[in-house]
């Protein structure tokens, strides 16, 4: 038996998942939400987790990889090539497997077995946006710059927390909305969180 966990933050979503896995007789499946972590979950032995992909980050979205540091890296990740920040990240990280949430179901349970076994698989309706995830057009200042103007902290309180002066934050700013193909700061935000860079 592979013993399998699907962690969602949406329970019908969840719910669905853990139906679909558990069609395959191989399989053990239960399901958690993310950073619930109830401890009968941390002490019982999983070979697989399958995990949403904006829930590797958790709230705030801190970028690492927390929920690998804490489960390893028998991670099956959900998301789309909509979304190539996070598939970049989610490789990058360690995830086994990458699976696209428009995929048929029979794929996402060939890909729990693949990194049962600790083979890498990657659904091949993703390679295109994993090759475009790697090229983020902005730079680290630049998505910080974006990551604080999201939060709805106005140019001065970005300047002190980054420690600019608040010219060069409009100047990271105006590059930033440029580089996105952006009309301006909001819709450049919208870009960026759309693509998975924050």
Known sequence: MVRTVVVHDEELLRSALV???????????????????????????????????????????????PFRARRGDRLVVLTTAKRPGILRRAFDGGALGLVDKNAPARRLITAVHAVAKGERFLDQTLTVALLEGA?????????????????????????????????????????????VGARNRVDAIRIVQSAGWT
Do not use: F
């Not at 910080?144 to 600019?164: D, F, K, N, T």
């Open 19 to 65: 139906q679909l896995l558990r069609s395959d007789a191989a399989l053990e499946v239960s399901s958690m939400s993310p950073g619930a972590g109830p401890p009968d979950h941390d002490a019982l032995p999983t070979d697989v987790w399958v995990v949403d992909g904006d829930c590797l980050w958790g709230p705030g979205r801190t970028h690492g990889a």
């Open 135 to 179: 090229e983020m057009p902005l730079t680290t200042r630049e998505l910080s710059v974006l990551s604080l103007a999201s939060q709805g902290a106005p140019m001065a309180e970005i300047a002190a927390r980054l420690h600019l002066s608040r010219g060069t934050v409009r100047n990271y700013m105006a590059t930033a909305i440029r580089k």
